[in-house]
């Protein structure tokens, strides 16, 4: 079981430890894979995270249907799916506790963005660290990407999940 409040103690160790640790599921058919791996829940709540295959952190997402929320990333349905759904190769599954509220999803998820800083999540958790990556300008040449090479490209500059952290 995940202990969000281990956050409070130190908020970039415990985000990639969970992450870490996260189920992964890989596969050519990553849908099918998750559909397996989900078939006894109901509505499984919980954290997903999605990753290229050179082990980029593309986006960081809560829901409390993670099947069908993970299902329409990987068909680029909504909001920024269509610019990276082509590039996910990893999905990662933090699963909570049926108690848990969408509310509290929503504080451990932004915990995640903040401390991971992942590519498509947004610029706009910047927390004061300054390292060669800029949160805020990649994530800005992300967002004027015209095509999958401009995408690629930007994404090169992108750390691995954990190479930015704890970095003054």
């Known amino acids: 079981m ?3 409040n281990c956050f409070d ?21 990553l849908e099918y894979e998750l559909r397996k791996r ?6 499984a709540k919980g954290i997903y995270f999605l990753v290229s295959d050179e082990g980029k952190l593309l986006y960081v997402g809560k829901s409390i249907n993670l099947l ?4 329409s990333h990987l068909e680029g349905n909504g909001g920024t799916s269509y610019k990276y759904f082509k590039l996910i190769k990893e999905i990662r599954l933090a699963i909570f506790d049926d108690k848990i509220t969408a509310k509290e999803l929503h ?21 004061g660290t300054t390292t060669q990556y800029s949160y805020t300008s990649l994530y800005d040449k992300l967002k004027a990407a015209k ?9 090169d500059e992108w750390p691995k999940v954990g190479e930015v952290f704890f970095v003054k």
Do not use: H, W
Request: glycine share 10%; with cysteine.
């Open 107 to 127: 504080a451990i998820e932004k915990k995640f963005i903040r401390a991971l800083k992942p590519a498509f999540n947004g610029g706009n958790y910047v927390d």
């Open 2 to 4: 995940i202990n969000p």
């Open 38 to 43: 989900l078939v006894g829940f109901k509505k």
């Open 68 to 71: 069908n929320r993970v299902t």
């Open 147 to 155: 095509n999958e090479e401009d995408i690629q490209n930007t994404l």
């Open 9 to 29: 103690v130190a908020e970039g160790k415990c985000a990639l430890g969970i992450f870490e640790s996260s189920e992964s599921i890989k596969g050519d058919d």
